[in-house]
Nanobody
Framework: QVQLVESGGGLVRAGDSLRLSCAAS????????MGWYRQAPGNQRELVAV???????NYADSVKGRFTISRDNAKNTVYLQMNGLKPEDAAVYYC?????????????WGQGTQVTVTV
């Protein structure tokens, strides 16, 4: 099992920045991809950004150029730097860790952290 603990959410104004952190513990050797998803009220959970252990990243089109995902392998922590926040970025952000080879077996979620963006 892998446990994920997120931090860094909060209330900001449009144009501000936030950095989310997600610390993984437990059997972290079972996962090789970590990422962030978000879910706004009435919407489905959607991918924001993901980083694989080889460093390859993928972003949702809506956040490209504004958000940056990174990871510190020594700390088993993934970060999401969010710049130029917009009201439409408001959501609960969930950290995810999974195995790209065994996604049905190893797929873990954090408890979520709220990001609120006011105009």
């Amino acid at each position: 099992q892998v446990q994920l603990v997120e931090s860094g959410g909060g209330l900001v104004r449009a144009g501000d920045s936030l950095r989310l952190s997600c610390a993984a513990s437990g059997s972290t050797y079972r996962v090789n991809a970590m990422g962030w998803y978000r879910q706004a009220p009435g919407n489905q959970r959607e991918l924001v950004a993901v980083i694989v252990d080889n460093g390859r990243t993928n972003y949702a089109d809506s956040v490209k150029g504004r958000f940056t995902i990174s990871r510190d392998n020594a700390k088993n922590t993934v970060y999401l730097q969010m710049n130029g926040l917009k009201p439409e970025d408001a959501a609960v952000y969930y950290c995810n860790a999974r195995s790209t080879m065994r996604p049905d077996l190893d797929n873990y979620w954090g408890q979520g952290t709220q990001v609120t963006v006011t105009v």
